[in-house]
């Protein structure tokens, strides 16, 4: 009896030790094929200028090619969606700004991926202390103050683009909107390169932008600058007032970070949280962010999902500040199977 019971466990003992040999030798040979980045904006927008930087600077240090699969639209949901249901070997990463993770959960009753059990933090990437409000140069406004102005004397006459529901510009304006006792007109469109191209138009009044994108056109007289994001002003603008000084600022600074489908193992992610802290804090990194009014966020998993809980407490304050409610998804979003 006590040899069969010893032969029938051998095999499972023989079985355990292989795994737990094959768990560190997975993470030893990582990465082995190339890397599949989803970003879930449209191509040629700051999201993916960032993931298309620091993929490239990833890529060197892991000798794997770091493959961007941009996935736009449903405001995020369709690239993050992707990403929660990739299967969680690290082969499959997703970049992405505070709405996937920090609004979206605020915003909509059903998401297709859970964005508090979904991913594993791998790492922040960069953040940018001052975006930027511009308006088409027939908007009869040239500041802020004029534009709330313009803004109460013709109700909803002023439309804004957006990046979808719930997306940093529409939770900008709506704040904008509350402290101002104003209405404006949102329009929405498939990421930051769009709206963009909107404003430029003239298809819509005003988008929220980057500095940097935004800078070349103001120089140029393209562009009204109305005013910056944050409670300082901007060193590149040091004339235009910030939504801090006008009592208009929510708080909440685009961030974006590096995340995998969750239980990705601890040790895949260490090793890609170590490469992307390399390529954050390289000179070329350094150059990129600073060309772009950005700031580099390194450090562990650990410390971006403490910073990634703080910006979720942030917003929900402000989201009930502004009396935002849930509701559906947007209707281009992935079907949900909770």
């Known amino acids: 009896m006590m040899r ?25 040979t990582f990465p082995a094929k190339p ?17 298309r930087t620091v993929g490239k600077l990833m890529s060197d240090g892991l000798g794997q090619s770091v493959v961007i699969d941009n996935r736009p639209g449903a405001g995020t949901l369709i690239g993050m969606s992707a990403c929660a249901r990739a299967p969680a070997d690290g082969y499959t990463l997703c970049l992405t700004d505070n709405q996937s993770l ?19 933090p791998v790492g922040g990437v960069v953040r940018t202390p001052n975006d930027v409000i511009v308006a088409h140069p027939s908007v009869p406004a040239n500041s802020f103050r004029e534009l709330m102005a313009h803004a109460k004397a013709k109700p ?3 439309s804004f683009a957006t990046w979808g529901p719930g997306s940093v510009p529409a939770i900008y304006y709506a704040w904008i909107a509350r402290q101002n006792g104003v209405q404006l007109t949102p329009v929405p469109y498939k990421g930051s390169a769009p709206s963009f191209l909107a404003v430029n138009t003239g298809e819509v009044n005003l988008a929220f932008s980057s500095l940097a994108l935004a800078k070349p056109a ?3 007289g393209k562009l009204k600058m109305v005013a910056v994001t944050g409670t300082q002003r901007a060193p590149a603008f040091p004339n235009v007032p910030s939504l801090g000084e006008l009592d208009s600022d929510p708080g909440m600074a685009t961030f974006w970070g590096l995340y995998a489908p969750a239980n990705t193992p601890a040790p895949v992610v260490a090793r890609i949280n170590a490469e992307l802290n390399k390529a954050v804090t390289s000179a070329a990194f350094q150059a990129f962010a600073s060309q772009n009014y950005m700031e580099p966020l390194p450090g562990t998993p650990a410390q971006f999902a403490s910073q990634l809980a703080q910006a979720q407490a942030q917003a929900e304050r402000t989201f009930k500040a502004i009396g935002i409610q849930a509701s559906d998804a947007p209707t281009d979003a992935p079907a949900t199977n909770r």
């Not at 890397?35 to 999201?47: D, N, Q, W, Y």
């Open 102 to 120: 920090v609004f979206n959960p605020l915003l909509f009753t059903k998401l297709p991926y859970d964005a508090k059990t979904g991913f594993a």
């Open 218 to 220: 103001v120089e140029a």
């Open 156 to 158: 909803e006459a002023i």
């Open 35 to 51: 890397i599949r980045l989803i970003v879930s904006t449209s191509p040629g927008g700051l999201t993916d200028l960032v993931a």
């Open 4 to 28: 069969v019971a010893l032969s029938k466990t051998v095999p499972v003992i023989a079985i355990s030790a292989l795994a737990l040999a094959g768990g560190p030798a997975h993470a030893d």
